[in-house]
């Protein structure tokens, strides 16, 4: 994200944000040298500058938007929500879309520590629906249970674009297909359900893109340092290259961010080129928060 001449800059900005008073998480422990610290503490420090062609300016505040951090890892944060604009930008092109999750036996969780393991099951996964012609995709993993946040649960979640109610033998195809393929248990596991209009489908993003890694942060260190990086959130099929099927009326707050995930400017519609090196926050200019960790610079001028 940042460009070779402002690495500097931006290494020295985390040195000078580095404030041993403030720290929230136990630096004592041996990983305290990991990337991951690093990018917890300079969380909401920063910000990147963009500019459409004609002048419309926003700013977008740099988030570890890792699920782990204190102000990322709760649920509605701007890091939930610039995911949920992600999510939302590509479910607008379907009016239904169905909701596999997928579980996993407890002799089967201690495996799934680690990002290669997850990674491998996301691709597994992908490969056989795409395969089985099941055309557009989002997954995302979730770390605990919904009643238990303190429980090390892993579920991937994914979301099948246009899909809806399937025949019983379609269904039934596609759950032996998917247990075969991770060496899952011959019942359970595997829950189907679908869902129809904007509503429901936003509904649908907001829970599934919420964060989960909730009270593991205490006792899962270690794997939170493991999957550092990890991507938990993918996709596949041609979503962008198909239009809109609804829109976000009465929502301007999260239409704007949907405009702004995709990179669009939402006054203009044109492409925001985001300038590269970062701010230091805060700025002393007139900005409106927009959510998702972006804001709009009313008057536009080079900082
Ligand atoms: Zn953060
Ligand atoms: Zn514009």
Same mark, same amino acid.
């Given at each position: 994200?940042?460009?070779?001449?402002?690495?500097?800059?931006?290494?020295?900005?985390?040195?000078?944000?580095?404030?041993?008073?403030?720290?929230?998480?136990?630096?004592?422990?041996?990983?305290?040298?990991?990337?991951?610290?690093?990018?917890?503490?300079?969380?909401?420090?920063?910000?990147?500058?963009?500019?459409?062609?004609?002048?419309?300016?926003?700013?977008?505040?740099?988030?570890?938007?890792?699920?782990?951090?204190?102000?990322?890892?709760?649920?509605?944060?701007?890091?939930?929500?610039?995911?949920?604009?992600?999510?939302?930008?590509?479910?607008?092109?379907?009016?239904?879309?169905?909701?596999?999750?997928?579980?996993?036996?407890?002799?089967?969780?201690?495996?799934?520590?680690?990002?290669?393991?997850?990674?491998?099951?996301?691709?597994?996964?992908?490969?056989?629906?795409?395969?089985?012609?099941?055309?557009?995709?989002?997954?995302?993993?979730?770390?605990?249970?919904?009643?238990?946040?303190?429980?090390?649960?892993?579920?991937?979640?994914?979301?099948?674009?246009?899909?809806?109610?399937?025949?019983?033998?379609?269904?039934?195809?596609?759950?032996? !297909?998917?247990?075969?393929?991770?060496?899952?248990?011959?019942?359970?596991?595997?829950?189907?359900?679908?869902?129809?209009?904007?509503?429901?489908?936003?509904?649908?993003?907001?829970?599934?893109?919420?964060?989960?890694?909730?009270?593991?942060?205490?006792?899962?260190?270690?794997?939170?340092?493991?999957?550092?990086?990890?991507?938990?959130? !993918?996709?596949?099929?041609?979503?962008?290259?198909?239009?809109?099927?609804?829109?976000?009326?009465?929502?301007?707050?999260?239409?704007?961010?949907?405009?702004?995930?995709?990179?669009?400017?939402?006054?203009?519609?044109?492409?925001?080129?985001?300038?590269?090196?970062?701010?230091?926050?805060?700025?002393?200019?007139?900005?409106?928060?927009?959510?998702?960790?972006?804001? !709009?610079?009313?008057?536009?001028?080079?900082?």
């Amino acid at each position: 994200m940042y460009a070779e001449t402002n690495k500097d800059i931006y290494l020295e900005d985390i040195a000078k944000s580095y404030n041993p008073n403030s720290e929230s998480h136990n630096l004592a422990l041996p990983g305290s040298g990991h990337p991951l610290y690093k990018s917890l503490k300079t969380c909401g420090k920063m910000a990147i500058r963009g500019e459409c062609k004609k002048g419309h300016c926003y700013l977008k505040v740099l988030k570890c938007k890792k699920e782990w951090c204190e102000i990322c890892g709760k649920e509605k944060s701007e890091a939930h929500q610039g995911i949920y604009a992600k999510f939302l930008s590509r479910l607008k092109k379907v009016d239904q879309a169905g909701y596999l999750v997928i579980t996993f036996p407890e002799e089967m969780r201690e495996n799934l520590r680690n990002k290669v393991e997850l990674g491998k099951i996301m691709i597994k996964v992908k490969r056989s629906l795409k395969g089985a012609g099941y055309g557009l995709g989002l997954q995302r993993w979730h770390w605990s249970g919904d009643r238990d946040k303190k429980k090390w649960l892993p579920h991937l979640n994914i979301i099948l674009g246009g899909e809806g109610r399937l025949e019983k033998s379609e269904l039934e195809r596609l759950k032996s !297909r998917l247990r075969a393929l991770l060496g899952l248990p011959l019942k359970g596991n595997i829950h189907y359900s679908y869902k129809t209009g904007p509503a429901a489908l936003c509904h649908l993003a907001r829970y599934v893109t919420r964060p989960t890694w909730g009270g593991l942060w205490d006792w899962e260190e270690e794997l939170a340092i493991d999957l550092h990086g990890f991507r938990k959130n !993918r996709w596949w099929g041609n979503w962008s290259k198909m239009s809109d099927v609804w829109d976000l009326t009465g929502d301007g707050k999260i239409g704007a961010l949907v405009e702004l995930a995709k990179g669009q400017c939402p006054d203009c519609g044109g492409a925001i080129l985001w300038v590269p090196g970062v701010q230091r926050l805060p700025l002393a200019l007139p900005i409106t928060h927009l959510g998702g960790g972006f804001y !709009r610079i009313e008057i536009c001028q080079k900082i």
